[in-house]
């Protein structure tokens, strides 16, 4: 089609509309830039995944867009150009001050990207990688020469399960920000790190953590698209979560497991948090197995995913071969196994959970009105620490900032920090910025909230 097309914007919001309504057929398009893309059959090919990519369907995914593809993405986007949205669509003349707020709080967020991006913020320093992951490797491999020469001590073993706990939360912040491109241009060279980091070192699949991830990013804290909130029924996060799990035992009538869960456990949920974050590790792990070996890697390249698959098995044979070749006993075999699984569990999970957890929750109708830099800021959780609780965090207490800007390098987050505040503040949009032990009272109270919630909804249920 010729570039003088002029699409109007209802054709990009209807198809949103089909898309909720459940129309397979119906055509499907995004807008970047003014530009209207149609990508019904792209979207199965999408080397990014499906997931990601539906989360932006009949919606403006400039900024998502910018965020988190390469230079060849835009080649491939405009083989999907359709035509341009009128002058009066692109405008948006009819906009509540709320909505106008996040639209010109979203132009300066753009303005100082263009800038950071002008001075090189994106750029990552090639020494800081270095330095992270030799001095990550370091830890692993302090773990491992503990298991040798003194596997036989009980001591020895459960320092050991610590130092590699530890080592693999440490992969883990590494193989995030090489997932995010952070460190290099090419990102099939950032994908090999996390391949090495995140596959061979932690056991987490690249691919189940691309989908899952970056699916998280593009519809943060948004209800029903996120996936890091939707852990039902393990934990619920929040009101909205609470009343659609307990709503859908309604129509599951014979589902007693759930309805068990729903009644005896959950209503408890802040009681058991902390057990059950130490198996986080454990079930991500089996997650990524699953994944990989299931779905597969997601651009559909059979060598990613050989890279990946064989990553994993070296992964748990080392891993397995190591626990019965160094520790001496049965009981202190079992003993380094969970005590490395768990204290990675902990190290990961009370992270995570202080970056979103008790921030707003949005529903899709209340995200549709902001801008994607708005959501961002509104749903993250800044946590200000030293050296070291920087370090224990991966960078991720920045969580504001790298939210705004996913692809910028972890050490560059703080520099942009004081202009991020300055730009919430102008525009009058939140921005928590809170201390280790705060933070944590807040996800406590969330869990609590929701507890009782999940306890008065159970009375009436059941
Ligand atoms: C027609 C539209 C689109 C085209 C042509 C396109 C193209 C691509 C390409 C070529 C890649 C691989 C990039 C690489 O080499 O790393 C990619 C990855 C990705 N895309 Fe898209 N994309 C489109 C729309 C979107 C949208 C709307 C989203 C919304 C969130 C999205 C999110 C992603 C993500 C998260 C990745 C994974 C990046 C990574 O490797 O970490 N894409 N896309």
């Not at 990519?53 to 405009?78: C, N, R, W």
């Not at 070749?325 to 049965?330: A, K, Q």
Request: aromatic content about 12%; overall charge negative; charged content about 15%.
């Amino acid at each position: 089609m010729s570039g003088q097309s002029v699409i109007p914007l209802s054709v990009v919001t209807d198809s949103l509309k089909a898309y909720k309504a459940g129309e397979k057929d119906a055509k499907k398009f995004i807008v970047v830039d003014n530009k209207v893309y149609e990508i019904t059959d792209f979207i199965a090919d999408h080397p990014g995944g499906v997931k990601v990519i539906s989360t932006q369907i009949g919606k403006d995914a400039s900024d998502v867009f910018h965020a988190m593809h390469p230079e060849s993405a835009y080649e491939m986007l405009a083989n999907c150009y359709v035509g341009d949205l009128g002058p009066e669509d692109a405008a948006v003349p009819e906009l509540d001050e709320k909505a106008e707020n996040s639209k010109r709080f979203g132009a300066e967020v753009r303005a100082l990207r263009q800038q950071l991006e002008e001075q090189g913020a994106f750029q990552g320093s090639h020494l800081f990688y270095a330095y992270k992951v030799l001095s990550t490797l370091a830890i692993g491999a302090t773990g491992l020469a503990m298991l040798y020469f003194g596997g036989q001590s009980t001591w020895v073993v459960l320092a050991a399960a610590l130092v590699t706990g530890v080592f693999w939360q440490q992969c883990g912040w590494l193989a995030h920000d090489f997932g995010h491109h952070q460190a290099y241009n090419d990102h099939s060279a950032n994908d090999v790190m996390v391949a090495f980091l995140g596959g061979f070192c932690q056991g987490f699949s690249l691919s189940w953590w691309k989908n899952k991830h970056n699916t998280h990013h593009a519809s943060t804290n948004v209800h029903g698209h996120d996936p890091d909130i939707d852990t039902a029924p393990v934990l619920l996060w929040d009101e909205m979560a609470t009343a659609t799990f307990y709503g859908s035992l309604e129509d599951q009538k014979d589902s007693t497991f759930s309805r068990f869960i729903a009644e005896h456990i959950l209503p408890y949920q802040t009681r058991y948090y902390f057990f059950v974050i130490g198996f986080a590790r454990l079930s991500w792990a089996i997650q990524s197995l699953q994944y990989s070996f299931s779905v597969g890697a997601l651009n559909k390249s059979p060598s990613l995913n050989l890279l990946e698959r064989s990553m994993l098995v070296c992964h748990w044979v080392l891993y397995t071969s190591w626990t019965l070749l160094f520790i001496s006993s049965w009981t202190n075999m079992l003993m380094f196994f969970v005590v490395s699984q768990a204290t990675t569990g902990y190290a990961l999970a009370l992270v995570f959970a202080m970056n979103h957890s008790g921030m707003p929750v949005l529903t899709q109708e209340q995200a549709e009105k902001m801008e994607f830099f708005e959501i961002q800021c509104v749903t993250a959780r800044d946590v200000s620490m030293g050296p070291l609780g920087d370090w224990f965090f991966g960078g991720l207490n920045y969580q504001i900032e790298h939210h705004v800007f996913p692809d910028m390098p972890r050490h560059n987050l703080p520099k942009v920090k004081p202009q991020i505040k300055a730009l919430c503040k102008k525009y009058d949009i939140l921005y928590h910025d809170t201390s280790c032990l705060r933070g944590t009272l807040e996800v406590l109270q969330a869990l609590d909230v929701v507890q009782k919630l999940a306890g008065k909804l159970s009375q009436k249920m059941f």
